[in-house]
């Protein structure tokens, strides 16, 4: 069975830096579309950045192009997010999501993600 599990939230200032961490085990696949997800009181989720294990393509959402970045360590295993400069409106929880075979290019963030974290809250203060 897999499990995903996401760590690093915290409460910030505007202008600080998190980085929050996607840990994944039980994963037999040697390829998947890594994403982060987020989600904030009374919207929509949002997809915020994805990166592919295998072709280590990358991808993001405007809101956070030039500020955000998706990095991993190990193949599949362990996915990051650095968030630098934090805004107010980057307060949310966020989710990590694996998607079986890997992205899907600019179809990736309306893509199908097999599993999913229990999300880790980041606060924004202004």
């Known amino acids: 069975q897999v499990h995903v599990r996401e760590s690093g939230g915290d409460s910030v200032q505007a202008g600080g830096s998190l980085t929050l961490s996607c840990e994944v085990f039980?994963?037999?696949?040697?390829?998947?579309?890594m994403g982060w997800f987020r989600q904030a009181p009374g919207r929509d989720r949002e997809a915020v950045a994805a990166l592919d294990t295998y072709t280590v393509s990358l991808y993001y959402t405007d809101s956070v192009k030039g500020r955000f970045t998706i990095f991993q360590k190990n193949i599949v295993s362990a996915v990051y997010l650095d968030m630098s400069p934090l805004r107010p409106d980057d307060g949310a929880t966020y989710s990590c999501?694996?998607?079986?075979?890997?992205?899907?290019?600019?179809?990736?963030?309306?893509?199908?993600?097999?599993?999913w974290g229990q999300g880790t809250k980041v606060t924004v203060s202004s």
């Open positions: 999501a694996v998607r079986d075979g890997g992205c899907e290019g600019q179809s990736t963030f309306s893509a199908k993600f097999n599993h």
């Open positions: 039980g994963y037999t696949h040697n390829r998947a579309c």
